[in-house]
């Protein structure tokens, strides 16, 4: 089964909005990393968290990594066009190699 | 710079035949993913390799398997397609050791465009 859950699923926003993704895993991850895939499109990197806590903005995306390193979020303020897409979150549990995926949260907004 | 190549892009099949894509890592990237990727869906981990031996299995049904050869491209080959393997498969690669790098980080993936599975 999957091992990290994300919601919301889809995110309608009103265009100038804030909104946030949110990443849940059942075990402890070494890291989690986001990817944005834009409709059509493939995958691509936006970040890496490590550290319990660890915070890093790009512009206006601020990524969380949780205390227990168990969840992730994902705040986008004032919200463009741009930013349309599905935002995967993806944890490497501390006992596994592997990169589980999140389900996603797709992004539509209005102008 | 240069990405990861995929091909081909798209794909029409008939069921029960079978197919073959390729995935040309970024130079130097050590490690090869193969994810699946249904419409609506997040890509589902198939196989992986690292330094031409496969590295990790995951939801890769028995009719597929995988290579990744001496110049490190890989191919998914896939036999027996059935309707429910129409998806879009995507190849990703890193650089990154099996123990992961210092400090808990690891190699981000660069992903291919895709290629495109129809089966009829």
């Known amino acids: 089964g999957q091992q990290v859950m994300q919601i919301p699923q889809y995110q309608h926003v009103q265009e100038g909005e804030d909104f946030t993704t949110y990443c849940n895993s059942s075990t402890t991850l070494s890291n989690i990393q986001w990817y944005k895939q834009r409709p059509g499109g493939h995958p691509v990197f936006l970040i890496q968290?490590?550290?319990?806590?660890e915070v890093k903005k790009q512009k206006r995306l601020t990524f969380q990594f949780g205390e227990a390193k168990k969840n992730s979020s994902l705040h986008i303020t004032a919200t463009q066009t741009t930013d349309v897409g599905t935002y995967f979150c993806?944890?490497?549990?501390?006992?596994?190699?592997?990169?589980?995926f999140g389900a996603g949260t797709t992004v539509t907004v209005r102008a | 710079a240069a990405g990861v190549i995929q091909s081909p892009r798209h794909l029409i099949k008939e069921k029960r035949e079978t197919a073959t894509l390729k995935c040309y890592p970024i130079?130097?990237?050590?490690?090869v993913y193969w994810y699946q990727q249904g419409p609506g869906q997040d890509p589902q981990f198939l196989i992986s390799f690292y330094e031409k031996m496969q590295s990790d299995k995951g939801s890769i049904p028995d009719r597929f398997s995988a290579q990744q050869f001496s110049d490190y491209h890989s191919e998914l080959n896939m036999s027996s397609l059935e309707l429910g393997d129409s998806a879009l498969y995507f190849c990703?690669?890193?650089?990154?050791?099996?123990?992961?790098?210092?400090?808990?980080?690891?190699?981000?993936?660069?992903f291919g465009e895709g290629s495109r599975l129809t089966v009829l």
């Open positions: 130079p130097r990237h050590d490690t």
């Open positions: 990703a690669s890193s650089s990154e050791p099996l123990t992961g790098l210092a400090g808990g980080y690891t190699g981000e993936l660069f």
């Open positions: 968290l490590v550290k319990s806590g």
């Open positions: 993806a944890g490497r549990p501390s006992n596994d190699y592997k990169l589980s």
